[in-house]
């Protein structure tokens, strides 16, 4: 199993690929979409990484895959400015996902 990242931020992108993470960099709506694709298409990528400004701004294409109980699994990181989450953002996950209150 691999992680695959999704970037808007060349930091971000250069970061993970010195941690041996392979990616693409994406500002529009057509890059994001090849970038999953190229992604769910790859048996080896379990994981994609994609940066919380790409996954709210694009969600009708991240949101499929949140949802989905199948690979990969699609985990939204804060790129170098830092989190946009609210406090409880992982307990919510968590409850909807799995339906338990934590």
């Known amino acids: 199993m691999e992680f695959f990242v999704i970037s808007d931020n060349t930091d971000t992108l250069t970061g993970m690929r010195l941690a041996g993470i392979p ?14 694709e190229a992604a769910v298409g790859d048996t ?3 994981v994609v990484l994609m ?11 991240s949101e499929p ?15 170098r400015h830092g ?3 609210a406090k409880d953002s992982i307990t919510r996950y968590v409850r909807d996902a799995i339906g338990v209150k934590v």
Request: glycine letters at 10%; aromatic letters at 2%; proline letters at 4%.
């Open 51 to 61: 940066t919380e400004k790409l996954a709210v701004e694009y969600s009708e294409l």
């Open 44 to 46: 080896r990528v379990g």
């Open 23 to 36: 990616g693409r960099l994406a500002h529009t709506r057509d890059e994001v979409a090849a970038a999953l």
């Open 65 to 79: 895959l949140k949802g989905s109980k199948g690979r990969p699994l699609l985990i939204e990181i804060p790129d």
């Open 83 to 85: 989190s946009g989450r």
